[in-house]
Nanobody, 126 residues
Framework: QVRVVESGGGAVQPGGSLTLSCEIS????????IGWFREVTGKEREGVAR???????IHYADSVKGRFTIARENDNKVSLQMDSLKSEDTAVYYC????????????????????WGQGTQVTVST
């Protein structure tokens, strides 16, 4: 059973930084895809960034390019460094995993991923 657990959310002022962590366990595929998403109440869940645990192949949403950095810490941990945060980055952030072969290096939509964490709140405000 794949388990996904996020941590590291919190409150920060505009222009500040936060780092989120995602720990993944129970995967069986040799190169799972890990994605970060965010959701604001009343809006659709939005893809933020993704990578392949062993193959790199990093992809970012345009809204966070140049400000967010996704990184593999080890085979079971992925981080999301968020810099130059804006109020519009406020959301619940979710980590997700796809534990089977994929068909794209850039797809960043919720249905592409099979396992989800519980989410962690990020609030950017003065």
């Amino acid at each position: 059973q794949v388990r996904v657990v996020e941590s590291g959310g919190g409150a920060v002022q505009p222009g500040g930084s936060l780092t989120l962590s995602c720990e993944i366990s129970g995967t069986t595929y040799h190169d799972p895809v890990i994605g970060w998403f965010r959701e604001v109440t009343g809006k659709e869940r939005e893809g933020v960034a993704r990578l392949n645990i062993r193959g790199g192949r990093i992809h970012y949403a345009d809204s966070v390019k140049g400000r967010f950095t996704i990184a593999r810490e080890n085979d079971n941990k992925v981080s999301l460094q968020m810099d130059s945060l804006k109020s519009e980055d406020t959301a619940v952030y979710y980590c997700a995993a796809r534990d089977r072969a994929g068909w794209s290096d850039s797809v960043l939509i919720p249905i592409y991923f099979d396992f989800w964490g519980q989410g962690t709140q990020v609030t950017v405000s003065t």
